[in-house]
């Protein structure tokens, strides 16, 4: 089945600083969701992006499919984006999203 | 618009106890899943339904039961709970399959088994 992994596990950046998550995947897919699970546990969808670039305010994501791989760009961080980040594809068939493990990050005051 | 609304949000159950957790969503979704997550983990799939009165095995079924009698509506049920199924359970529909379609996610229900 295809598999999912993110980059880093974890991340520590003090407020106002930059990131950028990666997420790579082990076969072709045709969308990829990147999600954000806040400290309370609350999934919440940031974006559903099967190729190229979305922005939704600080925060911008990119796939390439080809290269089988996405990254989520978090600027100017605020306490708020703490949490764990993930990315998931479909399976094979359609029919459930295959996570990643999570990028866990703090953003410190 | 609730989106994907579940039900309870806390349970704490004894071995061998049973109970439902209710699932609703106000999308007119066909599909439904239930998902759940364990620590240090992503998400895996329990069962999923492509229409109401269908339900299929997702990832990880053993010890779970589902039912879709509505469209709106996905039961996932623990006959005899076990301390390994203590988890937090998260539903979530799409409007078809996954290939093409985003899945929008329910608050979670965290359940503990003693």
């Known amino acids: 089945g295809i598999q999912v992994e993110q980059s880093p596990p974890d991340l520590i950046l003090q407020e106002g600083a930059n990131s950028t998550l990666r997420c790579n995947f082990s076969d072709s897919v045709n969308n990829l969701q990147w999600f954000h699970q806040n400290p309370w546990g609350q999934l919440i969808n940031l974006f559903y992006?099967?190729?190229g670039t979305k922005q939704n305010g600080r925060l911008s994501a990119t796939t390439v499919a080809t290269e089988r791989y996405s990254l989520l760009y978090i600027s100017s961080s605020q306490t708020t984006d703490s949490g764990v980040y993930f990315c998931a594809v479909p399976n094979q068939a359609g029919t459930a999203l295959i996570f990643g493990k999570g990028t866990t990050l703090s953003v410190s005051s | 618009n609730a989106g994907v609304t579940q039900t309870p949000k806390f349970r704490v159950l004894k071995t061998g106890q049973s109970m439902t957790l209710l699932c609703a969503q106000d999308?007119?979704?066909?599909?439904m899943y239930w998902y759940r997550q364990d620590p240090g983990m992503g998400l895996r799939l329990i069962h999923y339904s492509v229409g109401e009165g269908t339900t299929a095995k997702g990832e990880v079924p053993d010890g779970y039961n589902v039912s879709r009698l509505k469209k709106q509506n996905f039961l996932l049920g623990l006959e005899s709970a076990a301390p390994s199924q203590t988890s937090v359970y998260f539903c979530a529909s799409s409007a078809d399959r996954g290939f093409y379609n985003e899945q929008f996610f329910g608050p979670g229900t965290r359940l503990t088994v003693l």
């Open positions: 999308m007119n979704h066909e599909y």
């Open positions: 992006i099967p190729s």
